[in-house]
């Protein structure tokens, strides 16, 4: 892809990651009025807020010029070499989001509400950036550490006879527990697609290579 053509998906990333978190901000109080809609709608369009937003920040750090930022973010990049610190504090934030107490706080104080944006909006993007790095065995270790926890506290949800939050009824959480374990058994199933379809592409490309390589060489034999 050309310089033109890296310019215009990350403005058009950027722009979905502004609509998406123009959504949860608008719709947070009937969002929020649900644990399930709370955890399986509010907090993954801030994550995927900040995902895209962490592309369209990529895309336009390759194109700074060379000066002191480029070389700061440069230097920031090399903390996160192997994207294990950037996927260590996704999950931390997803983990940590789970909790019933920390969605009842988000309800009770706006300085716990903004923080949910903040670090979840942080995570999407930090995420977007570690993924890339990331080799696939550190990638399996954490989408595995996360759907684990995730499938775990969705039982825990179903099974407790008693409300774990206060704001939530009894019936609320169970159907929240459901959407945890399903969201566990979703993500690793479309992470391996992904995986799967990028190594075709990768092998076509390393098959289309010496053929247009080859084409090349002939080409210029003919020419001379």
């Known amino acids: 892809m050309n310089r033109r053509g890296q310019l215009s998906a990350g403005a058009w990333q950027g722009g979905i990651a502004g609509l998406l978190f123009l959504i949860a901000l608008s719709f947070r109080g009937p969002l929020e009025r649900s644990m399930t809609a ?3 709608v509010h907090i993954p369009l801030l994550v995927l807020s900040g995902v895209l937003l962490g592309h369209a920040g990529l895309h336009a750090v390759s194109h700074l010029p060379d000066g002191h930022l480029r070389r700061w973010l440069t230097a ?6 192997h994207g294990a610190p950037g996927l260590l504090f996704a999950s931390l ?11 009842d706080d988000v309800l009770l104080s706006p300085w716990v509400a903004l923080g949910k944006f903040v670090s979840l909006m942080l995570a999407g993007m930090w995420l977007a950036a570690a993924w890339r790095r990331a080799h696939r065995v550190i990638r399996l270790f954490f989408v595995g550490g996360f759907c684990w ?6 039982m825990l949800y179903q099974e407790s006879s008693a409300r774990l939050c206060n704001f939530y009824l009894l019936d609320d959480q169970t159907w929240a527990g459901r959407g945890l374990v399903i969201l566990a058994i979703l993500l690793p199933l479309t992470w391996l697609v992904a995986e799967m379809r990028g190594q075709r592409r990768r092998h076509t490309l390393r098959s289309e290579r ?3 390589s080859g084409a090349a060489r002939s080409h210029v034999q003919e020419s001379s």
């Open 149 to 154: 926890t995730s499938a775990i506290v969705g």
């Open 93 to 103: 934030a997803g983990m940590y989001w789970m909790i019933p107490k920390a969605l």
């Open 210 to 212: 010496p053929v247009r």
């Open 38 to 40: 709370h955890m399986l």
């Open 76 to 81: 920031l990049r090399g903390f996160d070499a």
